[in-house]
């Protein structure tokens, strides 16, 4: 294999493990709450951890799936941010579980050659490695977020996913 097949392969094994991990941290969150606590609010005018999640899979959804597999753009930006619930956090959740899914499937059936394919998404001229790429850090983004808005929301009672065990991992020294 060539050195830019490589690195396309590379890359799509990466892209797949980035969407995995930021599956698991917000599973993680979001696990230690209620309904009620995902759709609160810091402030009237910020968005909830429920909204971020669909505002996710509409982006993946935009900025990935349909790229890859040439499927119609039917998103609809400002439902993600105006809907109020009370959609169960279970709904939510395979929703956000379902795009997952969807985008993990297309990234193993896509030929390296697709990564510097033309799309236009948003109005916008990209290829699909720039479209996954921006979506990605996107994710990563959202995904530190909803960590946040979750430690915010249960102070002392978060429970941590990992602790450093050792110096070398930041633990304090014996």
């Not at 799936?65 to 105006?82: H, L």
Request: charged content about 25%.
């Amino acid at each position: 294999m060539n050195e830019p097949a490589n690195v396309a392969v590379a890359y799509i094994a990466e892209a797949r493990k980035r969407l995995t991990a930021c599956q698991e941290k917000i599973h993680h969150c979001v696990s230690q709450l209620n309904d009620e606590q995902l759709w609160w609010r810091p402030k009237p005018e910020m968005n909830s951890i429920a909204n971020l999640l669909l505002h996710l899979c509409g982006n993946i959804t935009q900025h990935i799936i349909a790229p890859i597999t040439k499927a119609p753009d039917r998103r609809d930006r400002p439902k993600e941010f105006s809907e109020r619930g009370p959609m169960p956090k279970a709904e939510v959740m395979r929703r956000f579980d379902s795009v997952i899914a969807e985008t993990d499937a297309a990234l193993a059936r896509m030929k390296e050659s697709q990564l510097l394919e033309s799309r236009r998404i948003q109005a916008s001229d990209t290829t699909i490695l720039a479209a996954m790429f921006g979506s990605l850090v996107h994710l990563g983004g959202h995904t530190q977020e909803i960590i946040g808005m979750t430690r915010q929301q249960l102070g002392e009672r978060y429970k941590f996913a990992w602790m450093p065990k050792t110096p070398e991992q930041g633990a304090p020294k014996p």
